[in-house]
């Protein structure tokens, strides 16, 4: 049965939840699959800021405020609303490990629907269409549609807030079967490579960046297939129509070749380089003075090292 589960601190390396989906697809603006992958097998464990928490938190204080004003404008429009239950996490009864938290659960005119409230920066908003439709972030989409899938209702609303709104933008995404069977069908794929610890290919250059952040000094020799790439890369740099996506793309293809290798050769000549600069140390202080008059201990708390960047030079 899908019942609501009361766990306090979930872990989530152990199932694939709503904020996951759109990682899965890889059309997640933050998180390729590469790096989910190693989020759930504990390999990549992302480092909460000070600043980062404090959004995070803004987030969670706005949340009952964003249900409250769309219960109110629901109301306004006529319909009756009563809240049924807000984060529940509810379990696939098939495969335990798909799960999902709903912001909301609402009984409107006596249908019950899956609820979300979102916060929006105010330069994201354009990326919301017209109230009252389904033209939201694909992203978001995915979330919805998965959460449709976990917890099965005929469809969610969502309560959208920006800075600049004294009221929510209501949307409303309609369940398709045909959209929840795909998403399912990648979801299982990927988990699937979590268990068998099979990792997508890295397509984003923070994936290559954390995979071989430091080189090992060695040299490698090119095949014809990536000295092509390379060829093609010193022609798109030349080219002035080249596109800055093409460029990062075929560096991307590039680097998760040429790995932890500091120097590619082709037939003993070479042809490019990725070696790390230089490290350099750097005091963070906008986080050190964020966090109240800080003590010279304090400022030595907030200072790190910082890699030294690894450029690729064609030769």
Do not use: C
């Not at 017209?130 to 033209?135: G, L």
């Not at 694909?138 to 209702?153: D, E, N, T, W």
């Not at 490698?220 to 092509?228: F, K, N, P, T, Y």
């Not at 798109?236 to 075929?250: C, G, N, R």
Request: no cysteine; hydrophobic share 40%.
């Amino acid at each position: 049965m899908n019942a609501p589960q009361t766990i306090f601190a979930p872990d989530r390396t152990t199932y694939l939840g709503g904020a996951d989906v759109a990682a899965v697809l890889g059309v997640s603006p933050w998180l390729s699959p590469f790096m989910l992958y190693q989020k759930k097998i504990g390999a990549f464990v992302e480092e909460i800021t000070p600043a980062k928490q404090k959004l995070f938190d803004r987030g969670h204080r706005w949340e009952p405020i964003v249900v409250e004003m769309l219960v109110d404008e629901l109301r306004e429009r006529g319909h009756e609303v009563e809240i049924v239950a807000q984060n529940q996490r509810y379990q696939d009864p098939e495969y335990p490990f798909l799960a999902a938290e709903i912001d909301l659960e609402l009984l409107i005119d006596g249908e019950e629907v899956n609820g979300e409230a979102k916060t929006v920066n105010p330069f994201a908003a354009k990326l919301w269409g017209d109230e009252d439709s389904d033209d939201i972030p694909i992203y978001y989409q995915a979330q919805v549609m998965h959460g449709l899938m976990i917890k099965p209702r005929r469809r969610t609303v969502i309560a959208a807030l920006t800075g600049f709104d004294d009221k929510p933008r209501v949307h409303w995404i309609e369940r398709d079967e045909e959209t929840i069977a795909g998403i399912r069908k990648q979801e299982l794929a990927f988990w699937k490579r979590v268990q068998d610890r099979d990792a997508p290919d890295p397509t984003a250059v923070e994936d290559v960046k954390w995979l071989y952040g430091k080189d090992s000094g060695t040299v490698m020799e090119a095949d014809d297939e990536l000295l092509e790439l390379v060829q093609s890369l010193k022609d798109f740099k030349v080219s002035a129509k080249a596109s800055d996506a093409h460029i990062e793309l075929l560096s991307t293809q590039i680097k998760a070749r040429i790995g932890n290798a500091a120097t590619l050769l082709y037939r003993g000549s070479p042809i490019a380089t990725w070696k790390n600069n230089k490290d350099s140390v750097k005091t963070d202080w906008k986080t050190a003075y964020l966090d109240l008059g800080p003590t010279a201990e304090h400022v030595a708390k907030f200072t790190k090292t910082t890699p030294g960047a690894r450029p690729l030079l064609l030769k």
